[in-house]
Every structure is written in structure tokens, then in C-alpha cells.
């Protein structure tokens, strides 16, 4: 059965949802870098990496499972120039056995977004 999850205090999309849960999967809509408590985006590509991931995390967290589960992940980024910066950010989160990934560049991503990322993670049995 499908069930949507939000994470507390994230601002509502009328045209997605932030993850969604089918069994013991999660898959995550494209999140970007901003601020859960302003709203505003970060600055620059490393906050905003940062801010991604931390998003993911909590959403993943909402959903029952953590980064530590993740399966796939998707990079987006507005300048592929970005890659070893996002890079950086990206092992501070995956730091050993990272999941497998794409990175491209997205090109136009929307005003001011650097950096967008979904994922798929598992939820292990309890």
C-alpha cells in the first residue's frame, strides 16, 4: 500500500510529495537546498548540498529508515562544475559504502537552485 510521508516542519508541495513509501522502499521526489525552518535557499553550492542531504535525511527519517539505507541516489546539478564540491558534501553523508548514483548536470533547476537530489532507500525488517 502506498503511503506518503512528509517530514516535520517541511514547507508543503501542492504538486508532489516529498517521498513516498510502497513496502519496505522509499523513493524521495527531488529535494533541493533549502532552509526546513525559513524556507529560504542556501548559499552557495556547498550549503546548499548540505542542506539537501540534511533534507533527505529527514524525510528518510520520517519514513522509518536513514541515509545508512539508501539504495540509489540521483544528483542533479545546475553547473557540473560543482561536481567536487558537491562531491565533498555528498561523503560527509555516504562517508563508507556509498550507494549507487547518478550525476548530471539539470541545467535550469529553478531560481537559484544549485543542487536537487532524489533517492530510493530500503526499509530493513524489523
Known sequence: ??????????????????AVRFGNLVFTS??????PA?????????????LTLGNIEAVLSAAGTTLGNVL??????????DKDAFNAIYREF?????????CIQGGRL???????VEA???IPER
Do not use: H
Open 110 to 116: 529553478g531560481e537559484g537552485i544549485l543542487v536537487e
Open 1 to 18: 500500500m502506498k503511503e506518503i510521508i512528509r517530514s516535520d516542519g517541511a514547507p508543503s508541495n501542492p504538486v508532489l510529495s516529498p
Open 72 to 81: 540509489k541516489v540521483t544528483g542533479f546539478l545546475a553547473n557540473l562544475d
Open 94 to 102: 555516504f562517508p563508507v559504502d556509498p550507494p549507487s548514483r547518478t
Open 30 to 35: 527531488g529535494i533541493v537546498g533549502r532552509d
Open 38 to 50: 525559513t524556507g529560504e535557499l542556501g548559499s552557495g553550492i556547498e550549503e546548499q548540498s548540505r
Open 120 to 122: 530510493v532507500a530500503g
